[in-house]
């Protein structure tokens, strides 16, 4: 099971021989999908799994898919399988020990911090508002490029429609050969279109990520002047706030691309049911290919806007997210109950951490 849920990330490897041509995000998504999927399904599964087990599914993962890739030879398995039966070992030890775990450290920060409670929870309160006006205007800019590149993308397509039309009046009588090289360039436009809404949408997410970048830099700046065993217990804390909120940031990308994803095969769907009408029968086609471009004109304008209507909102709720994260890491300096997501969030960072040193280490090794 461990084999076929990174398989597909790894065997990357194997082609490209170069494990920089991997990131490691993509490594530690395999890796985290695969482990917290097994334990929410089939806890009893992941308790009975033993490091024999791991271990010879990652032997069978190198021969199957890495043997070719000098950076991983000979030491591979020898690594990656006790790292990964910590991980195993992490996310089925009893909720009640994490939680306390997490519990005593957020005792220990409230202790630390006790004499300064009242400067930080000012210094918190401000740096939130501060970082909401940052995203609100985010926000705004977001929104206006979903509705500018939506509109680009309707304006590239209409005029291939309009043209359609018109050949289709002008040559009734041999319709499927005239046609025929507008459909295809329908088709051509929607992917060519799609293709560079998505690029123009997607660098939103990097930019998202730099402010949460400039946020927690501020953040860590201006609790500089207190105690370095006070700095430490708050950046321990920070730390964890900023990785929840890049997490958020990179499910703005995801759902940019899978949005448009969706929209695309929408769109070439119809576009393709115009080419087999094209092939089908003459007679049907003279007769109602105008009423197939009209509904396909119809279509296109009601997918499109549902598109707009659909993504348009996700940043602002992203945003809505990433504050929340900022106000936890404030309740936390206060009476706070330990939940479900802070153990996970807790477990998760630590995995991606040692995912990333891990594979850097193999990257430096190579160079």
């Not at 939680?99 to 911090?113: H, Y």
């Not at 004499?115 to 800019?141: G, M, R, S």
């Not at 105690?227 to 900023?242: C, E, H, R, S, T």
Request: proline share 2%.
């Amino acid at each position: 099971m461990f084999l076929k849920a990174v398989a597909m990330t790894l065997a990357v490897l194997a082609i490209t021989g170069s494990q920089a041509d991997v990131s490691t995000d993509q490594v530690a998504n395999a890796l985290w999908d695969y482990f917290s999927q097994l334990t929410n399904n089939a806890k009893a599964t992941v308790e009975q799994m033993q490091e024999s087990e791991i271990s010879k599914q990652l032997k069978t993962l190198i021969k199957d898919n890495l043997k070719d890739v000098n950076l991983y030879a000979g030491d591979l398995e020898g690594q990656l399988a006790p790292f990964a039966t910590q991980i195993h070992a992490q996310l089925t030890q009893t909720s009640e020990k994490l939680v306390e775990q997490i519990r005593l450290e957020l005792e220990d920060l409230r202790l630390k911090v006790s004499p300064f409670a009242d400067e930080v929870h000012k210094q918190l309160a401000k740096n939130i508002e501060d970082l909401q006006l940052k995203l609100n205007p985010y926000t705004e800019k977001f929104s206006a490029s979903v509705k500018e590149n939506t509109e680009e993308l309707r304006q590239q397509l209409t005029p291939i429609i309009q043209n359609f039309q018109a050949k289709l009046q002008e040559n009734v009588a041999n319709a499927q050969v005239v046609l025929t090289p507008y459909a295809e360039e329908l088709h051509q436009k929607i992917n060519e279109n799609m293709d560079h809404l998505k690029e123009k949408l997607t660098p939103y997410s990097d930019e998202l990520k730099l402010k949460i970048d400039q946020h927690v830099q501020e953040l860590q700046q201006s609790l500089s002047l207190y105690p370095q065993d006070v700095q430490d217990k708050l950046n321990q804390q920070i730390g964890l706030m900023a990785f929840q909120m890049r997490k958020n940031a990179e499910e703005l990308r995801t759902r940019i691309s899978e949005n448009a994803e969706d929209l695309k095969l929408k769109l070439v769907a119809s576009a393709d049911e115009i080419n087999e009408k094209l092939n089908g029968n003459m007679a049907e086609v003279r007769q109602n290919l105008g009423s197939y471009l009209g509904d396909f004109n119809n279509q296109m304008n009601q997918k499109i806007e549902a598109f707009t209507q659909s993504i348009s909102p996700v940043s602002e709720n992203i945003n809505k997210m990433i504050i929340q994260k900022a106000e936890e890491m404030k309740q936390k300096l206060g009476p706070y109950t330990v939940g479900v997501q802070d153990q996970l969030d807790v477990l998760e960072k630590d995995m991606r951490e040692k995912v990333s040193s891990f594979l850097n280490r193999g990257i430096q090794a190579e160079n």
